[in-house]
């Protein structure tokens, strides 16, 4: 059974009553269960929207989403879900542990219950225990923390979490990283979005990319691997000078480095290349992949969502 899915998912919002912001459009998307799912895009791309429209806080102009299999319109969709808001925030008077107490009564746990929670995952996400500090005098990166521990305390199977990683710092982001592959371990399902590409590479199975409201990839990283993949830069030793100089002239990007030579070569080029150099008693030295970064990656999708946006 699919973990969530949307079809033909779409967010117009209204503003002043005139002005309309298309803030996400026709998103069909499938995550499976047990999978560590990033949604990854740039500010105002349309995640928090997707992530409200999954949690039924606000409705779709389009489409429609489940979750476990329920319409997110059913109450019961959000039984086994747990979710992570992009700004938590609580009363500043209760402790952690009170909040903690306080959302398994809501998701009717018993008390032995909720006390074996609560000291399990308010240790293991590094926060304090003690009745004297309550949320208020909470930093940033503590209530972030706070807002994990509430969104998993009743052990759900599907997890939504709006940029968990933001405000962390690096062992906080290490913790919430862990955490996920804990879950997925244990067979959850995450779903999280981000706008930082480090988060997605350490953890995800799979990605989709999301800009101006509308998902641009969807897949596994090792599909965006092969998609970065442009060419090999071939390592030759012994080259001859004239031999460089034809390279160049046939449009080969050559780079002469001390003894060597490196050269930019196609996939499809690559055979023919390697066995005229190698006839011609040159030294192959090495063939590496050349391929671009997941960054350089991302980027195209913003700068063409960025260029169709100056031509509507
Ligand atoms: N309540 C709202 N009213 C009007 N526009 C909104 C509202 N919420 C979000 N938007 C707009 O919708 C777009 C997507 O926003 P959002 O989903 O919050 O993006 P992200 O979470 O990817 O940063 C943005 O252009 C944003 O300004
Ligand atoms: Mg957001």
Same mark, same amino acid.
């Given at each position: ?27 069909? &998307?499938?995550?499976?269960? %047990?999978? @560590?799912? =990033?949604?990854? #895009? /740039?500010?105002?791309?349309?995640? +928090? $929207?997707? !992530? ?46 009170? &909040?903690?107490?306080?959302? %398994?009564? @809501?998701? =009717?746990?018993? #008390? /032995?219950?909720?006390?074996?929670? +609560? $000291?399990? !995952? ?66 959850? $399902? ?123």
């Amino acid at each position: 059974m699919t973990a969530i899915q949307t079809s033909g998912l779409g967010k117009v919002y209204t503003k002043r009553l005139t002005r309309k912001v298309v803030a996400l459009k026709d998103l069909n &998307l499938e995550v499976e269960r %047990g999978e @560590i799912f =990033g949604f990854l #895009g /740039p500010n105002g791309a349309g995640k +928090s $929207t997707t !992530i409200k429209l999954l949690m039924n806080l606000i409705r779709p102009t389009t489409g429609d989403a489940k979750i476990l299999g329920i319409p997110v319109t059913e109450a019961s969709s959000r039984k086994k879900l747990g979710y992570l808001p992009e700004e938590p925030n609580y009363y500043g008077y209760v402790t952690a542990k009170e &909040l903690l107490e306080m959302v %398994g009564r @809501i998701h =009717g746990l018993s #008390g /032995p219950e909720i006390e074996k929670q +609560s $000291t399990e !995952i308010l240790s293991f996400l590094d926060l304090p225990f003690e009745k004297r500090r309550t949320i208020a005098g909470f930093s940033k990166g503590m209530v972030q923390r706070v807002g994990l521990a509430q969104a998993i305390f009743h052990d759900p199977e599907v997890v939504v979490l709006d940029e968990p990683m933001s405000g962390l710092d690096p062992p906080g982001r290490k913790l919430v990283a862990d955490l996920m592959l804990r879950m997925r371990d244990q067979g959850k $399902t995450i779903f999280f979005s981000t706008h930082i590409l480090h988060d997605v590479e350490v953890v995800c199975d799979r990605i989709g990319i999301i800009t101006g409201g509308q998902l641009r990839f969807c897949g596994t990283l090792a599909e965006v691997i092969s998609e970065t993949f442009s060419s090999y830069e071939v390592v030759l030793r012994k080259v001859q000078p004239e031999q460089v100089r034809n390279l160049k002239a046939k449009g080969f990007a050559a780079k002469t480095f001390e003894d060597n030579v490196k050269v930019d070569v196609s996939k499809e080029d690559l055979p023919s290349f390697v066995d005229a150099f190698v006839q011609h008693g040159t030294e192959l030295v090495a063939i590496e992949p050349k391929r671009f970064t997941l960054e350089d990656f991302f980027m195209g999708f913003i700068d063409s969502a960025e260029a169709s946006s100056r031509r509507t």
